[in-house]
């Protein structure tokens, strides 16, 4: 009802009145009212004129689902935290109990953010964005891993229409500028011998930081540092769930082989050498492709070797790309 009455303020040139906006939604004028107060309290500018009626003038920087659907072609589930462990946590407590095969989790703050192999996430909250993807795909398995490509394409894609910059894939999934990181992503699987569970991917981006300190300093960057501007999060968000629910569309109705092409032309890392580290071990080689499982292919000196993501770190040959 939020997101609704909210659309017809942020259409209207001139003030709208209760009875309008309670004639138009079919709820009384104090349902109205009590939507108004509420959206006030989060940090909406709504003016009241006298006799006229309700003026909206600014929405919060908050990712509350009434804020994110405004900008979504159809109103998607989003369950917000003011502030949780971490978003894939929730998210898979959550995937048990909704039946959706397509939903969002989001915080403003994350207090125990996760990347890969156990190592943490940085995120301060207002800057970034943290959310989790969960998905409920009829596939089995085998075909979990493109799910990973399809998030970073759409992240990808995202940030393209945001702030017209074309960034790159860091095998598997993280996002990068250069050779820094703008997102990680996490995936975490449940699922039987044939048939996938659900999937929570963890997608964290750097959004609104001006600098970052320790030792992510040399290598993080956020969407503010790459475009000078400061960027709407409510309005990333919205597009990042667009564009990862396109890309996952494709993923369920075409798998790999359609994500491939796309995948190919992000990499980061394609046709070029790389080093990969595999526990103690470690491998020099060219990036030649990647398997119809997602798995890295590289061409070393031995011949031909692949990874499965998950278990290995991926680093340019001077850089960290
Ligand atoms: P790597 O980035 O080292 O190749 P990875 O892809 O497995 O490994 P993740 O598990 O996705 O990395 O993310 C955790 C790592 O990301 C941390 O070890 C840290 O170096 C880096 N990191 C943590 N927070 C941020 C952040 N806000 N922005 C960029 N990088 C970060």
């Not at 009590?34 to 309290?41: M, R, V």
């Not at 301060?124 to 394409?153: C, D, H, R, T, Y």
């Not at 790389?274 to 030649?288: L, M």
């Amino acid at each position: 009802m939020k997101t609704e009455i909210l659309k017809i303020l942020l259409e209207a040139t001139e003030a709208v009145s209760g009875e309008e906006i309670s004639k138009q939604l079919d709820v009384s004028r104090a349902g109205v009212w009590k939507h108004i107060q509420a959206l006030k309290e989060d940090g909406c500018i709504i003016e009241a004129q006298t006799n006229r009626g309700y003026k909206l003038h600014a929405l919060p920087d908050l990712l509350k689902p009434e804020y994110v659907n405004l900008y979504l072609p159809e109103e998607e589930l989003i369950i917000w935290y003011q502030e949780t462990d971490s978003t894939n946590t929730q998210g898979k407590m959550l995937a048990k109990k909704k039946k959706e095969e397509f939903f969002v989790v989001l915080a403003e703050h994350q207090s125990g953010g996760k990347g890969r192999l156990g190592r943490a996430w940085v995120s301060n909250p207002g800057e970034a964005i943290q959310m989790s993807f969960v998905v409920k795909p009829l596939l089995p398995p085998s075909k979990a891993p493109a799910l990973n490509f399809a998030i970073a394409l759409g992240v990808c894609e995202a940030v393209q229409e945001m702030c017209s910059v074309d960034v790159k894939i860091k095998w598997p999934n993280d996002v990068v500028f250069g050779a820094k990181k703008l997102c990680g992503i996490l995936t975490e699987m449940s699922a039987d011998m044939d048939k996938v569970d659900y999937l929570v991917s963890g997608v964290g981006v750097n959004v609104n930081q001006q600098s970052f300190a320790g030792e992510i300093e040399q290598r993080a960057v956020s969407l503010r540092m790459i475009a000078g501007d400061a960027v709407d999060r409510v309005k990333m968000c919205a597009a990042l769930i667009k564009h990862v629910k396109s890309m996952y569309n494709c993923y369920v109705e075409g798998g790999m082989e359609a994500l491939m092409p796309l995948y190919m032309k992000r990499s980061a890392i394609l046709n070029s050498e790389i080093t990969v580290s595999c526990g103690e071990e470690r491998y020099t080689g060219v990036c030649t492709g990647f398997g119809e499982n997602g798995e890295l292919i590289i061409k070393t000196q031995n011949g031909e070797r692949s990874f499965l993501a998950g278990e290995v770190s991926v680093r340019g040959m001077k850089d960290y790309v």
